[in-house]
């Protein structure tokens, strides 16, 4: 089973920017596409970014496009999410997971956006 465990989140000001990571073990990291998925409060969980297993391809969800920005560092097995421009509809919890996503989650890291 991989283990994922996320860190970098915190409370920003509407326009202000974070770095997540997520740091994967328990599987051969450089063979997954990976993803940041986010849920808020009431709300299901949602796809943010997607990243090939090279780091070649990235994808991301409209909501998104041109605010963050996912990279990885194969020889580190760690994920990345920069967040720049960010708003209070991004604040939510977030989870790096394969993609799709297998059945076990880290635990997340909060995202608090102020307006």
């Known amino acids: 089973q991989p283990q994922m465990v996320e860190s970098g989140g915190g409370l920003v000001q509407d326009g202000g920017s974070l770095r997540l990571s997520c740091i994967v073990s328990?599987?051969?990291?450089?063979?997954?596409?990976m993803g940041w998925y986010r849920q808020a409060p009431g709300k299901g969980r949602e796809s943010v970014a997607f990243?090939?297993?090279?780091?070649?391809?990235?994808d991301y969800s409209e909501s998104v496009k041109d605010r963050f920005t996912i990279s990885r560092d194969n020889w580190k097995n760690t994920l990345y999410l920069q967040m720049n421009s960010l708003k209070p509809e991004d604040s939510a919890m977030y989870y790096c997971?394969?993609?799709?996503?297998?059945?076990?989650w880290g635990r997340g890291t909060q995202v608090t956006v102020s307006s």
């Open positions: 997971n394969l993609d799709p996503p297998g059945n076990s």
């Open positions: 328990g599987l051969s990291f450089t063979n997954y596409r």
């Open positions: 990243i090939s297993g090279s780091g070649a391809i990235t």
